[in-house]
């Protein structure tokens, strides 16, 4: 049911256009018979072959490159609004009405391919919900009276006590009543070691127990749970997004009806009040129709960015459209999640503390022993660490993992356990030195296990995450391009301060949820302005939606994360986040370039038109001139010399390169 409810929402808000409108297969190749079709019209006028047939190939490119631009336009009328496609399909036409359907043609080709390139360039998050669904377990198991039963998710009820197994995904938000176990956070506080849970602490919804058998007293609705908090926030901030969108249709719709409303009275006005030849007058009409249609102006931001996102694309950035590319260069700060951004997002042992006479090899050695049979997290550390050989050489037997306690086991003929000090207490006494120790490495951000052999402490292993090699590199790539840096994290404050201090972060913000990731968010907003967020997991989602520019790491990030962001990281390189800003700055002067350029190519031929009878195979030779300068001027800056660029700082690094900046 609650799924159903999700579903039903996006389709509420699915597009406005018909499905058989939006099939992405459709325009492309209309876009391609229009080429085509004037391509062959070209030559077969050149060539002296007949008029029908001339015309005939007219036809077909007018049909292929203008239906969905009429298509469009008809549907603005019936809303009662004018829009550019109204603009282009009247200026194309006024050119066929005056013989020029050549450059008719051309300016529907060219307006359909932008329209085909921005489409292929939009952002599918909507699909980032459906990322989520995998978390929800379709059923429960609750305790009422005493009776076990299976019941749907939407049959919960806020006080029933759920039973969850080994290996069960927690269906709700609750409180543990019974058992012991260690539960898997990762998917909504980030943290990437299990937790152990005991009475009275909480879980969340989607979250994946571990070991132990837990009994959980629901505290929320399935419907209300953490995990459902970030489905909806995910769907709003993506409907924000919507209504900027409907801004800019806006202002095109005005830019329409302000041009339609002066070729209008162009043609009508001279010859009623001035007594002008209606032909000539209608020819200068449409020449003004032809040179104002706003062709360049609009290919040469698409094409900018389509160019900058190609050059991005062998860097390893992967932006999800032109908008974000641009938005990109006015971000002032950016958050980073820790856990898989920052660091690894795996532990790994980090310190070894041998006691009572046994060497650090031993230790690791009766511990992978031990560990290679366990499957929690923590054991793969241990096992990778260890010694193979020396592991071989141990006979275990009489393995156990005790929930809550750790692991029991034999080895070489004597007893051995393995588990946290705090956990093995319960079993065995703990001395001052290993308690003393165990708070000194706990202090230092790290997980503490211990092992005892033959019944006494024979040292401890501390494990952390790693911190990623680059992730410095990175931090100060941010803070050298003027840009305020700042850590969240669902991770304890100690674990978080620890990262902040290694890679010099500006701020810290630790201990939060996925809603509080996003009300921090908010809140750097107000501070500094636009702000970007760079995550990998389910718990960043929300953040990365409400993010003025969501960035996810691609190949460790989640498939919610990866749809909602804006920017993917390919490979995991956070260090090309740079990159990335040195590109958009550059394809935001750039685009400047092509607008200021385009605008006064179109004001001086609309001038010309007036006062030296431009005439229209000149008017539309500027008009079609600009668009290729425009075009090329973007390709050039953004794509060719930032691959000749990259070109030489690969042979200059004798073969070996990654993501060189791009200098502007």
């Given at each position: 049911?609650i799924m159903?409810?999700?579903?039903?929402?996006m389709d509420t808000?699915?597009h406005?256009r018909?499905a058989w409108?939006?099939?992405?297969?459709?325009?492309?190749?209309?876009?391609?018979?229009?080429?085509?079709?004037?391509?062959?019209?070209?030559?077969?006028?050149?060539?002296?072959a007949s008029?029908?047939?001339?015309t005939a190939?007219?036809?077909i490119?007018?049909?292929?490159?203008?239906?969905?631009?009429?298509?469009?336009?008809?549907?603005?009328?019936?809303d009662?609004?004018?829009?550019v496609d109204m603009?282009?399909?009247?200026a194309?036409l006024?050119?066929?009405?005056?013989?020029?359907w050549?450059?008719?043609?051309t300016?529907?080709?060219?307006f359909?391919?932008?329209?085909?390139?921005?489409?292929?360039?939009i952002?599918?998050?909507r699909?980032?919900?459906?990322?989520?669904?995998?978390l929800?377990?379709?059923?429960a198991?609750v305790?009422r009276?005493?009776?076990?039963?299976v019941v749907?998710?939407?049959?919960?009820?806020v006080?029933?006590?759920?039973?969850i197994?080994?290996g069960?995904?927690?269906?709700v938000d609750?409180?543990?009543?019974?058992?012991?176990?260690?539960?898997d956070?990762?998917?909504i506080?980030?943290e990437?070691?299990?937790?152990?849970k005991?009475?009275?602490d909480?879980?969340?919804?989607g979250?994946?127990n571990k070991?132990?058998?837990l009994?959980?007293?629901?505290?929320a609705?399935a419907s209300?749970?953490?995990?459902?908090?970030?489905v909806?926030m995910?769907?709003?901030?993506?409907?924000n997004?919507?209504?900027?969108?409907?801004f800019l249709d806006?202002?095109?719709?005005?830019?329409?009806?302000?041009i339609?409303?002066f070729?209008?009275?162009l043609?009508?006005?001279?010859?009623l009040?001035?007594?002008?030849?209606?032909?000539d007058?209608f020819?200068r009409?449409?020449?003004?129709?032809t040179?104002?249609?706003?062709c360049?102006?609009a290919?040469?931001?698409?094409?900018?960015?389509i160019?900058?996102?190609?050059s991005?694309?062998?860097?390893g950035?992967?932006?999800k459209?032109?908008?974000?590319?641009?938005?990109?260069?006015?971000i002032?700060a950016?958050a980073?999640?820790?856990?898989?951004t920052?660091?690894a997002?795996?532990?790994?042992v980090?310190?070894?503390?041998?006691?009572?006479?046994m060497d650090?090899?031993?230790?690791?050695?009766?511990?992978?022993?031990?560990?290679?049979?366990?499957?929690?997290?923590?054991?793969?550390?241990?096992?990778?660490?260890?010694?193979?050989?020396?592991?071989?050489?141990?006979?275990?037997t009489d393995f156990?993992?005790?929930p809550?306690?750790?692991l029991?086991?034999?080895a070489?003929?004597?007893?051995?356990?393995?588990g946290?000090?705090?956990?093995?207490a319960a079993q065995l006494?703990v001395?001052?030195?290993?308690?003393?120790?165990?708070?000194?490495?706990?202090?230092?951000?790290?997980?503490v296990?211990?092992?005892?052999?033959?019944?006494?402490?024979?040292?401890?292993?501390?494990?952390?995450d790693?911190?990623?090699?680059e992730?410095?590199?990175?931090?100060?790539?941010?803070r050298?391009?003027?840009?305020t840096?700042?850590?969240?994290?669902?991770?304890?404050p100690?674990?978080?301060?620890?990262?902040?201090k290694q890679?010099?972060i500006?701020?810290?913000h630790a201990?939060?949820?996925?809603q509080?990731?996003?009300?921090?968010i908010e809140s750097l907003?107000?501070?500094?302005g636009?702000?970007?967020?760079?995550g990998d997991?389910?718990?960043?989602a929300?953040a990365l939606?409400?993010?003025?520019?969501?960035?996810?790491?691609?190949?460790?990030?989640?498939?919610v994360?990866l749809?909602?962001?804006?920017?993917?990281?390919?490979?995991?390189?956070?260090e090309?986040?740079a990159?990335?800003?040195?590109?958009?700055?550059?394809?935001?002067?750039v685009?400047w370039q092509?607008i200021?350029?385009?605008?006064?190519?179109m004001?001086?031929?609309i001038?010309?038109?007036?006062?030296?009878?431009?005439a229209?195979p000149l008017?539309?030779?500027g008009h079609?001139?600009s668009?290729v300068i425009?075009?090329?001027?973007g390709l050039?800056?953004l794509?060719?010399?930032p691959?000749?660029?990259?070109?030489r700082?690969k042979?200059?690094?004798?073969?070996?390169?990654?993501?060189?900046a791009i200098?502007?």
């Amino acid at each position: 049911m609650i799924m159903a409810e999700v579903r039903s929402t996006m389709d509420t808000h699915n597009h406005e256009r018909p499905a058989w409108l939006t099939a992405g297969w459709i325009e492309p190749r209309l876009v391609v018979v229009t080429l085509m079709a004037l391509i062959a019209g070209s030559l077969l006028e050149r060539a002296g072959a007949s008029q029908v047939l001339v015309t005939a190939v007219a036809v077909i490119a007018y049909l292929a490159g203008g239906w969905f631009g009429t298509v469009g336009a008809i549907r603005g009328l019936r809303d009662r609004r004018i829009d550019v496609d109204m603009l282009m399909i009247l200026a194309a036409l006024g050119a066929a009405v005056v013989g020029a359907w050549v450059e008719g043609a051309t300016l529907l080709f060219l307006f359909s391919l932008s329209n085909v390139l921005q489409d292929y360039a939009i952002g599918r998050s909507r699909k980032a919900i459906t990322g989520l669904f995998k978390l929800y377990p379709e059923q429960a198991t609750v305790v009422r009276n005493g009776t076990k039963s299976v019941v749907g998710l939407d049959a919960l009820r806020v006080g029933d006590l759920v039973l969850i197994q080994p290996g069960e995904r927690i269906p709700v938000d609750g409180v543990v009543t019974d058992g012991r176990s260690s539960v898997d956070q990762s998917p909504i506080t980030g943290e990437s070691i299990p937790v152990d849970k005991l009475p009275g602490d909480t879980v969340f919804a989607g979250t994946l127990n571990k070991q132990g058998v837990l009994d959980v007293q629901v505290t929320a609705l399935a419907s209300e749970s953490t995990l459902s908090r970030i489905v909806h926030m995910v769907e709003q901030a993506n409907e924000n997004k919507a209504q900027t969108e409907r801004f800019l249709d806006k202002f095109e719709e005005r830019y329409a009806v302000a041009i339609l409303g002066f070729i209008a009275l162009l043609i009508v006005v001279p010859p009623l009040l001035f007594g002008a030849d209606f032909g000539d007058n209608f020819y200068r009409a449409m020449v003004v129709m032809t040179v104002a249609s706003p062709c360049a102006l609009a290919i040469s931001v698409p094409a900018s960015f389509i160019a900058a996102i190609a050059s991005a694309a062998r860097s390893g950035v992967l932006f999800k459209g032109g908008a974000y590319l641009e938005q990109l260069a006015d971000i002032k700060a950016v958050a980073f999640d820790k856990t898989g951004t920052l660091t690894a997002g795996e532990p790994a042992v980090t310190d070894i503390v041998p006691l009572n006479g046994m060497d650090r090899a031993d230790i690791l050695a009766i511990a992978g022993a031990v560990e290679a049979r366990s499957e929690h997290p923590l054991a793969k550390a241990i096992t990778d660490a260890a010694d193979p050989e020396a592991v071989a050489r141990i006979a275990v037997t009489d393995f156990e993992a005790v929930p809550g306690q750790g692991l029991h086991a034999v080895a070489d003929g004597q007893e051995v356990w393995i588990g946290s000090p705090q956990a093995m207490a319960a079993q065995l006494h703990v001395p001052a030195d290993v308690h003393a120790e165990t708070l000194r490495l706990e202090q230092d951000g790290k997980t503490v296990v211990g092992i005892t052999w033959g019944g006494k402490w024979r040292g401890l292993i501390a494990l952390a995450d790693q911190l990623r090699p680059e992730a410095k590199h990175a931090v100060d790539a941010m803070r050298s391009r003027g840009l305020t840096t700042v850590m969240l994290t669902g991770d304890n404050p100690r674990v978080a301060d620890l990262i902040a201090k290694q890679v010099g972060i500006d701020a810290v913000h630790a201990g939060l949820l996925p809603q509080d990731k996003a009300a921090v968010i908010e809140s750097l907003r107000v501070q500094y302005g636009p702000v970007a967020m760079v995550g990998d997991g389910i718990n960043d989602a929300p953040a990365l939606a409400v993010a003025d520019l969501g960035v996810a790491m691609g190949a460790a990030g989640t498939d919610v994360a990866l749809e909602t962001a804006d920017l993917v990281l390919m490979g995991d390189k956070v260090e090309r986040l740079a990159t990335a800003i040195d590109l958009s700055r550059l394809a935001r002067r750039v685009v400047w370039q092509n607008i200021i350029f385009s605008l006064s190519v179109m004001i001086g031929l609309i001038i010309a038109a007036f006062t030296i009878g431009l005439a229209l195979p000149l008017g539309v030779l500027g008009h079609e001139g600009s668009t290729v300068i425009v075009v090329t001027n973007g390709l050039v800056q953004l794509l060719l010399l930032p691959t000749l660029k990259s070109a030489r700082a690969k042979r200059g690094a004798g073969g070996h390169y990654d993501s060189p900046a791009i200098n502007g």
